[in-house]
Structure formats: C-alpha cells, structure tokens
C-alpha cells in the first residue's frame, strides 16, 4: 500500500516538512504557489488575481458561503432530519463524493429485508438461541416476488453472525450487512452489534424455515456458491420461477445427489420443491426463469455468460410488462404491485426497510462506508418545483452531445435529498448550526461566480488576507448579508456598494469546459 507520506517524499517534501502537513492549514499554503508556479512553466495564462481559497481561511469566500446558504434556507431549500446517508464509521460522518478514494457518485440502495423464521426447535449450530425468535434475513429488491419462494440460499464458506436487534428478536447475516444495520438503528446501541454467534455458512445448511408469503409451509436452506460476502446479507431467498440464477442452482442442487450429501441435505429438503408460476409476462409465460434457461441452455449456476442472457430476457420486462398472478394484488402490474407488497409486508412485520451503498465506498483515509440513518442538514433536491426548474434551465444549456443532455436529465430524475453537514474538515461553518461544517461539495457548486468579484474583494492574494479595492466594505456579517445591504441576486454583493462593473464579468463567462464523468455529482448540483 503506497501511503500519503510516501506520495510526499515522492515530491521531494523531506520528512521534516511533511510533519507539517498534520496541520490542515498548511495544504493551503503550502500547495496553491507551487500550482501556480506548474501553470505558468506550462504557458496557461491565467488572471491570477480572480484565484482564492474555498475554505473559512479566506473570510471572503466564507461571507460568500454563508450567504448562499442564508439564502437557501430562507428559501426552504435546507430542511434537517434523519437520513440515510453514505457514512464512515472511523470518520463518525457522512463521506461525500470529494471524501472518497472509491465510490464516488455512489448513493445508498435500498433493499426490503425479508425475515425467515427458523422453526424450532432450533437446530444444534444455533441451540445457544433456544428462547428467541431466530431469523435468517435475506435482502432483495423484488419482495413482490416473495410469493415464489421454494428455499433460501447460503453461502457455505461464507462467516456468518447471529445478533441480537431492538425488537428482542436475532437475526442472521454477514458481519458487514451487520454492521450497516446497527448504523439504521436496528440495535440498541447505535453502530454497534453484539454477537452472539460466529456462523459459518456449511453449519447452518438443511435449516428449516418459515418464510413469508410462500405457499410451501417450510422451506429449507441450500448451497449456492456464487454468493458474495460483499453484497446484501450473504443470505439470498430463492424464486426459481422468475429468477434464472435461483433456477439454476435449484436443479443442481435437485440432479447432484453428491453436492446434497456433501451438505447434509436430504431429499425432503430439496426434491418436492418446484417453481411456482406468480408473474405473467407476456411473450414469455408464467415460469419466466425456467423458460429463459431453457432457450439458452444454461448447463448450471456457474454458466455465467448464458444466465446473463437469461437475466437480460426476463428482468426488466418481467418488471415493466408483467403482471402478478397472486394474493391481494394480482391483477396488477409488477412494477406497480412492488411497493404495495412491501408496504404490506412491513406493516406486518414480515419485512423491514434496510439500505447499504450500492458498490463498494473507501474514504480517503481507507475506511469501507455504510449507510447511516443519522440526524443532518440536507438540501431537497428531490423538491418537484426545483426539479422542474433546472429541467427548464437545462433546455438552454448547450452540451454538444446528446448524451451528456441526457446523462443530465436521467440524474435529476433519480437526484433526491443530499446531506450538506458534515462534523468537521475544512470549508464553512453552517451559519445557523456552527457545530456543523458544510460539506465539500455543496459548498462549490457556484463558485465560479465568485471569479467575477473576487480581484474587487481580495486583491488577488488568494486567502484574502488583504483587501482588494474595495476595502473591508462588502464583507458579510454572520447572517450572510453584506455590510453595505443585501442583494436578492446570487454573486453579485457588490451592487449595493454601487459596484455595478462586476456584472459585466458574467458575460465573458459564457463556458465552462468540465469532466463529462462529474454530471452525475458536481455538474447537475451546480445546475440546482
């Protein structure tokens, strides 16, 4: 692993000054001259006196932060609460794009977590549970589909914990999906599990379950060996009707007499169990999977390049054109059965909401994120009016490739609440609740307005430890409002102190030349 202070020696920074640099403030003296210095030696020509610092080192830009969000929450477009976020555990804060070493753009995924009861009397592996309700808990994004299950899958090589959660029941799932379900508060203690079992996967096969909404009384645990520890729980409810990889390894656990008597299955567990028809989709049919497989001649769970196609068939349409054949909402499309299915299944406790990134998150300092449900400051960006009016400013925006438009339309489709607080780093404290910081991206998303004014401000000294031509005057005050009056105009602060010149700036920023690969985070927020 090559660490920071390798990078640093690498530049030729000696152990000495590198010391230095536990000093936050240091970055920004240390490495703007030096960038400067790179720039000119390249021939860029540059008016260096519109150059600043974007943290509160500069009490320019900080008055023009301040403001901003003054503004914004005057506005209603600020709200505080519970949300689920990103989060680093080592850091004890959200981790936005910019605190990231991977992952970025990546949001939480929500799952409905489908609780199987173990039936007792409980089996020997979790005999220490005798007196709790034990359950296997099985993350999916289809609980519409619940009404199809013929067994759940473990993974037998897979570590496995069994925990207790608030309701006084334990659950059964990898450490990891553990650990992000005590950040949702689904344990006493917040961001902590007590375990009370270490499982592997092979000493809970053959287990006997009930499961919800099934019309198979019991259903039993199986092997499936292309489960991933670092995705849901490592516990995977299987619906061979509709889902080609759960059909696969069905019949192979159903053809392979080895592979059962390797894990102690015995026929009971496995034989009787056939695909139940539960979605139409037309063209296709009422056993979607089974059909797929077949036209494709998957040979078993491990023919990947076949079960993709499979998948390809019967995923998406089976989502949008298919339509539920059972329980009370059949008769309904698929797609809008889904949600009335899971609302039902959590009203009656046979389900809870549970979220975790959707890929894999490593901040700066090397720490693997959850989604936390924490209390922070967020902007709603899910907000329908706002919404429409960047799709309306969007007709306007010349991006010279269709693509890029529609890259920006498909984010604002899905861009929803984003948490702007974070506990500390560098940048603006919030104006209102100084025992926040606002986070780094939601910080620089007009900063580029500030060119226009920033040689009137500072003077072209990049912190602004000396004041430009204008003095000391158009400074905010803690509210965010200019000492010399407020504006109800983003940027220009100045017009009030009879600074007119600064608006015509804006008309020699007509281009903005940017990474396409930032449309999904820092683009589409400059856009808000």
């Not at 004041?467 to 109800?488: E, F, I, M, V």
Request: charged share 20%; glycine share 8%.
């Amino acid at each position: 692993m090559t660490y920071q202070w390798d990078i640093m020696r690498s530049l030729g920074i000696n152990d000495h000054d590198i010391r230095k640099f536990t000093d936050p403030q240091h970055w920004l003296e240390y490495f703007p001259p030096l960038a400067k210095e790179d720039l000119k030696s390249l021939g860029v020509r540059v008016d260096w006196r519109r150059s600043f610092i974007t943290t509160d080192a500069n009490p320019y830009y900080d008055s023009f932060v301040r403001w901003q969000f003054t503004k914004l929450k005057e506005r209603k477009k600020i709200k505080f609460g519970k949300r689920h976020t990103i989060f680093s555990p080592l850091e004890g804060q959200p981790s936005m794009d910019h605190d990231r070493a991977t992952g970025e753009g990546v949001g939480p995924q929500e799952y409905t977590l489908i609780k199987m009861k173990v039936v007792e009397p409980l089996p020997k592996s979790l005999s220490s549970l005798a007196g709790h309700l034990v359950f296997l808990v099985a993350a999916t994004l289809r609980p519409e589909t619940m009404y199809g299950q013929t067994n759940c899958w473990l993974h037998p090589d897979i570590n496995y914990i069994a925990f207790p959660v608030k309701t006084g029941e334990v659950f059964i799932s990898t450490t990891r999906a553990a650990l992000n379900m005590a950040y949702q508060d689904f344990t006493s203690e917040y961001g902590k599990t007590q375990v009370l079992l270490h499982l592997k996967g092979e000493e809970l096969m053959g287990v006997a379950l009930k499961a919800p909404l099934t019309s198979y009384d019991v259903i039993y645990t199986l092997p499936m060996l292309t489960i991933k520890e670092d995705k849901g729980t490592g516990v995977v409810t299987s619906v061979p009707s509709d889902a080609p990889d759960d059909y696969a390894a069905l019949r192979d656990v159903q053809k392979k007499k080895a592979l059962r008597d390797k894990f102690g299955i015995t026929n009971e567990m496995v034989l009787p169990y056939k695909p139940v028809p539960i979605i139409d989709i037309p063209g296709i049919g009422n056993l979607s999977a089974v059909t797929a497989c077949d036209q494709f001649k998957v040979s078993s769970q491990n023919d990947k390049s076949q079960l993709e196609k499979a998948k390809e068939m019967t995923y998406l349409k089976g989502f949008y054109e298919g339509v539920l054949l059972v329980g009370p909402h059949s008769g309904k499309k698929v797609q809008e059965a889904k949600k009335l299915i899971q609302g039902d299944m959590v009203a009656s406790g046979e389900a809870v909401l549970y979220q975790e990134p959707e890929r894999s998150v490593t901040t700066r300092s090397g720490d693997q994120c959850v989604v936390a449900l924490t209390n922070q400051w967020y902007l709603d960006y899910g907000e329908p009016g706002w919404k429409e009016t960047v799709r309306n400013v969007l007709k306007g925006v010349r991006t010279y490739a269709e693509e890029v438009n529609n890259n920006f339309l498909t984010t604002l489709d899905w861009l929803h609440e984003h948490a702007c607080s974070r506990v500390f780093g560098l940048g603006t404290l919030i104006p209102w609740d100084p025992k926040f910081m606002i986070e780094s991206l939601s910080d620089s998303t007009i900063y580029m307005s500030y060119y226009t004014v920033a040689y009137l401000l500072q003077g072209g000294v990049v912190n602004g430890s000396t004041p430009g031509p204008l003095g000391n005057t158009s400074r905010a005050d803690d509210s965010g409002h200019t000492k010399c009056g407020d504006t109800h105009q983003p940027c220009l602060v100045l017009l009030d102190c009879g600074i007119a010149t600064s608006l015509t700036h804006f008309d020699l920023l007509q281009m903005r030349a940017l990474f396409t690969a930032i449309v999904k985070g820092d683009l589409i927020i400059m856009l808000m």
